[in-house]
């Protein structure tokens, strides 16, 4: 409110400054005194820069004070006073903050150096057009002034003098901005490699247009790419061809060879300095080159791996394979079929890893001096030795005379193939440790023992080595001596491949071998008739009679008769036999009868199995639960033998019910009333007969709907016999009349003016549209209808109007 105050408040200070400090804005009102005091106007200019314009005129005289003010504004230099329009100190302050305020300077400061630096700092090269003339010719030479419009933009140059435009420094300063600058430089600089370098160091891109640009000679351009390989990708194509620049260039990184020409691709020179430095290098030449002795030999002696890549003839040579397998012995598995039958190349490979031979060509491993030695390097080799050089008489004595393998070795072989049993010396096919090892591998081993004087087979009368060839072939124990049947051991390892091979043993031990309770087990576990052959005490072994039974009951029947009372008294061979066949519960002793697990297993397969039981124990069955509820499960008719309290359980009266509605009668009549209210009971009676189950159903469930409306869908007339709410309901009354028209007849007067229920039961019999209101008889659309659909017999029943409507008279065929 300063304005408003009077002369002498507003030329207050202490209240002036109060309102200024509020709003800067009051200034404006304060005395002209105190609107020149600097102090106050600095104050009311630090929240705004606008409050300058209040102050007085004499303050554009005061320096200090118009050096704050253009500190924050440079274009109010306009108002300083003539003076300070030339004072340097606050002109480049100005200048600072608004390369404009120069248009305000005095003339002699647009001519001041120093002033225009200052400009060009702020504003670049386009400052000076407040210059005056002379200065701006000066600035051309003035290399600090250039510099620093060059630093601003790189266009500056252009305004260089002829003798600055070859100053190195600043060319520098140009092109690391833009490359076109080299088009603005002296013919000096523009051939500097460091100045061309530097230009495509801001975009590789550019450089061969600026090459094309400004053309340079091929010495600078080969200095250019020994100093920075990526010069190369971006040389002009003549240059690319240039087999001194690409090798400069390849030998600082192999991949500056995928920029060459194919024709330098091709150059094996040029490859050799590329694959030395990475074998991957390979994959950018031409493929010429994989079949280059000299540049494949470099590859792989880095990366066995390339191989694969090499020509076939590369591949076949061993040289170039060994170099590969030096640094991998897998690289064996890229050699021809010749080189991987070359013993020293494959040896090569087995001096690193063993596993080598399983590349090894089929005709080496069937080579017996190779073999050899491989075996003497390293055991493991066997492994690979082929079987055909197994079985060579002269290889296996080899080995044997080698005092490098000793006898342990003679097992190592018949591990490896048994069939080296047969070229042994006569001696070692007599040893049994020996032969024990060839027939764990193969019982033929026995074929080839030699004979006694007596010209029999030793070993056939050896209990380890007959129970170890049967173990492997059951059909062994025909071959072996006759006293070995009293071996169980052995005869229980072929039986376990072929039970019945009892019926082949000739000797008296066949009755103790048929004694033998392990034996007896094995033979009835195949075959349950192989009870019969065993002695009468085995009948009492229950577990052996047991697995007996599992395959078929009825070799009870075969027990001798002490023991028949015995077993039919036993749980779990009655379990079993009725499992299989129910009526066997008829032959389980009385006190098995009365075991409820049994009972139910065999009322499972037929609930006649409780006729099967002595009465007062079916009638105790009768009143299981589980029982009843599986026999009711079976048969509806099971429900008139049942305990009288399971006529209470729901469950299994419905079960019945689900069967057979009619179960509901061999209830006694309290019980059957009961299921008779019962809605669900109702239901499921209505699916099989509804018109019986509604009559014999409680009258008061002909009111309920969900009732009725099943009734209805099997029998619409039965809508007949629903209450009065029933036959007013209109879905129920719907119901009826989609299946049986004539029901129409039986619903509720009010839904006879229904359109819906009128329309379904005149599309199916048009008589029945006699039952519509008089209201639906009169519409034209349903008598036409119900014409259509009794073939005319309706028309006497429309409305008169109607019947004189001549369309109607036509369609009903009445002339």
């Not at 493991?380 to 004595?397: I, K, Q």
């Amino acid at each position: 409110q300063l304005r408003l105050a009077p002369e002498h408040i507003r030329a207050d200070r202490d209240v002036v400054v109060a309102a200024v400090r509020r709003n800067w804005k009051a200034l404006e009102f304060a005395s002209m005194d105190l609107r020149g005091e600097r102090e106050l106007v600095l104050l009311a200019m630090k929240p705004d820069i606008r409050a300058v314009q209040f102050a007085a005129p004499q303050l554009w005289q005061d320096r200090v004070f118009v050096h704050n003010v253009v500190r924050e504004d440079g274009m109010l230099l306009k108002r300083a006073s003539e003076e300070l329009l030339g004072d340097v100190e606050i002109v480049c302050t100005a200048l600072q903050q608004d390369w404009r305020a120069l248009a305000f300077a005095s003339r002699e400061a647009r001519g001041e150096p120093t002033i225009l630096r200052a400009a060009v700092r702020s504003g670049g090269w386009g400052a000076l057009v407040y210059a005056t003339a002379e200065a701006r010719d000066a600035a051309r030479c003035d290399r600090e002034l250039i510099s620093i419009a060059v630093e601003r933009d790189w266009r500056a140059l252009e305004q260089a003098s002829e003798e600055l435009i070859e100053d190195r420094e600043l060319a520098m300063v140009a092109v690391r901005q833009d490359w076109r600058a080299l088009g603005c430089m002296g013919e000096g600089p523009r051939s500097d490699h460091d100045v061309i370098l530097a230009a495509a160091h801001q975009d590789w891109c550019v450089l061969t247009l600026a090459l094309e640009e400004f053309p340079v000679e091929r010495d600078i351009i080969f200095a250019m790419v020994k100093r920075d390989w990526h010069v190369f990708a971006y040389l002009p194509k003549r240059y690319l061809e240039d087999r001194e620049i690409a090798e400069v260039a390849v030998a600082q990184d192999w991949q500056a060879w995928g920029y060459a020409p194919e024709a330098m691709r091709a150059d094996p020179a040029v490859a050799m300095v590329a694959v030395r430095q990475h074998a991957g290098a390979l994959l950018l030449g031409h493929e010429s080159l994989r079949g280059n002795r000299d540049v494949m030999l470099a590859v792989v002696s880095q990366d066995a791996n390339y191989l694969e890549l090499a020509s076939e003839e590369l591949r076949d040579d061993p040289d170039v394979v060994k170099a590969a397998i030096a640094g991998d012995w897998k690289a064996l598995a890229l050699a021809s079929e010749r080189v991987r039958a070359d013993r020293s190349a494959v040896f090569e490979a087995f001096r690193q890893h063993v596993s080598a031979l399983e590349w090894a060509a089929p005709a080496l491993l069937a080579d017996a001096a190779s073999m050899l030695i491989f075996l003497k390097h390293d055991r493991r080799a066997l492994t690979y030795v082929s079987d055909s050089l197994l079985e060579d008489h002269e290889f296996v004595h080899g080995l044997l005379q080698d005092k490098a393998f000793g006898r342990a070795f003679v097992f190592e072989l018949i591990r490896k193939n048994w069939r080296v049993f047969t070229v042994l010396p006569e001696d070692m096919r007599m040893s049994k440790e020996i032969v024990m090892a060839a027939v764990k591998q193969d019982r033929h081993a026995l074929d080839f023992v030699p004979l006694d004087d007596n010209g029999l087979n030793p070993f056939w009368s050896d209990n380890a080595i007959v129970l170890c060839a049967v173990q492997q072939d059951w059909r062994a124990i025909e071959l072996m001596d006759q006293g070995l049947w009293q071996d169980f051991t052995i005869v229980k390892a072929a039986m376990m491949q072929y039970p019945p091979v009892l019926d082949l043993c000739k000797t008296t031990m066949k009755k103790e071998l048929w004694a033998d309770r392990d034996i007896v087990l094995l033979a009835v576990e195949h075959d349950c008739w192989a009870l019969t052959k065993t002695r009468p005490p085995m009948w009492q072994e229950i577990d052996i009679v047991l697995a007996a039974v599992r395959q078929d009951w009825k070799i009870i029947d075969k027990a001798p008769g002490k023991m028949l009372k015995t077993l039919w008294a036993d749980y779990d061979i009655v379990m079993e036999a009725v499992r299989q066949d129910w009526q066997a519960i008829k032959k389980a002793s009385k006190s098995l009868m009365e075991e409820q697990r049994i009972v139910l297993t065999a009322v499972q397969q037929d609930w006649h199995a409780l006729n099967a039981l002595p009465p007062k124990l079916a009638k105790a069955m009768w009143a299981d639960r589980e029982i009843v509820e599986c026999a009711v499960g079976q048969d509806w008719k099971a429900l008139r033998n049942i305990d009288k309290e399971f006529f209470e359980d729901r469950s299994i009266v419905f079960s019945a019910v689900r069967q057979d509605w009619k179960a509901l009668k061999d209830l006694p009549k309290e019980a059957a009333d009961r299921y008779w209210s019962d809605v669900e009971v109702v239901l499921c009676c209505i699916k099989q007969d509804a018109q019986k189950a509604l009559e014999m159903a409680d009258k008061a469930l002909r009111g309920v709907t969900s009732v009725m409306l099943a009734a209805v869908q099997v029998q619409g007339s039965l809508i007949k016999l629903g209450d009065d709410n029933i036959k007013a309901d209109k879905k129920v009354a719907l119901a009826a009349v989609k299946n049986d028209p004539t029901a129409i007849q039986h619903i509720a007067t009010v839904l006879c003016g229904d359109r819906d229920i009128v329309q379904a039961a005149v599309e199916q019999n048009g008589l029945m549209i006699k039952y519509a209101s008089d209201e639906l008889r009169g519409e034209r659309d349903l008598a036409s209808l119900a014409i259509t659909s009794s073939n005319g017999e309706a028309f006497e029943l429309l409305a008169e109007e109607l019947q004189r409507d001549p369309d109607l008279v036509e369609l009903a065929g009445i002339s």
